[in-house]
């Protein structure tokens, strides 16, 4: 049997239906596959998230995964999932490629691939829980993968206050996805970036879209680079009116950017 849904339990080549899941517990605590197991309820299995046994649905027209076997609106199945397959596949590997450091290199690799001691999922950190966990040159990496939705402000802020570096892949624009093209999507191929950066250290930050043709003239009169007496945190929680009284505080760039003369 040809198994058409992947690793995220999406319809490899594009949508056609909600995600659904494809790895469940076993009786000794271990992942199991769908194609790794006996029908029905026989598989015995239970979710990752809410513990209910689960039935695998191994019919011959419909994709196989498990359901629940009594009506749940359980989802955190299909979102747990993810994290134990990017555990796996950066476990296998010994690693990924990290995110640059460098403050003007927003989306772009470390040049190395860097080794990780072997990653843990959904650990309970500052009251949050933890997509992945491992070890970085001594120090706890957290990653959290975006599949449908971002790590939370309130999320980004507890491990931040924990001097926590914090990294996050953007999964989504592989959902659906090979097997092997997710692999590789987590190891390195998927853009990634840091959230927060343990010793203080500010992120790197994604660039502001520009207007079609070419870069904001408004934007870049108006004073917009970040001064070098202001930390990139404190710049991105300043207002607008913050930023240009900070930059260009008696206004003269504002007034030339509006075609005035001084």
Not at 56 to 67: D, I, M, Y
Not at 72 to 96: F, M, P, W
Not at 155 to 163: E, Q, V, W
Not at 207 to 232: H, V, Y
Request: proline share 5%; glycine share 10%; hydrophobic share 35%.
């Amino acid at each position: 049997m040809t198994r058409l849904l992947n690793p995220l339990g999406q319809l490899i080549g594009g949508p056609g239906h909600q995600p659904r899941v494809v790895v469940a517990r076993g009786e000794d605590g271990a992942e199991r596959w769908i194609d790794e197991v006996e029908r029905g309820l026989a598989c015995n299995c239970t979710c990752w998230e809410c513990n209910s046994r689960l039935v695998a649905r191994q019919g011959s027209v419909r994709e196989w995964s498990f359901a629940h076997q009594a009506d749940s609106d359980c989802a955190g199945g299909v979102e747990t999932q993810a994290h134990r397959y990017a555990k796996a596949v950066i476990n296998e590997a010994g690693g990924l490629y990290v995110a640059s450091v460098r403050p003007d290199a927003w989306g772009a690799l470390h040049p190395r691939f860097m080794q990780l001691a072997p990653v843990r999922t959904e650990e309970r950190i500052a009251g949050f829980r933890a997509d992945l966990v491992g070890s970085l040159k001594g120090h706890e990496l957290i990653i959290e993968v975006k599949v449908t939705h971002g790590c939370p402000a309130n999320k980004i802020r507890a491990y931040r206050d924990l001097n926590m570096s914090v990294l996050e892949i953007d999964l989504a624009p592989f959902r659906y996805a090979t097997a092997d093209d997710l692999r590789e999507a987590v190891l390195k191929r998927a853009t990634r970036y840091w959230l927060c950066l343990s010793g203080g250290r500010d992120v790197p930050r994604q660039p502001a879209p520009t207007k079609p043709g070419g870069i904001d003239q408004q934007r870049k009169l108006s004073g917009f680079a970040r001064p070098k007496n202001i930390s990139q945190r404190e710049w991105a929680e300043m207002s607008t009116l913050e930023k240009v009284t900070a930059v260009d505080p008696d206004g003269r760039l504002t007034i030339k950017s509006r075609g005035y003369r001084s």
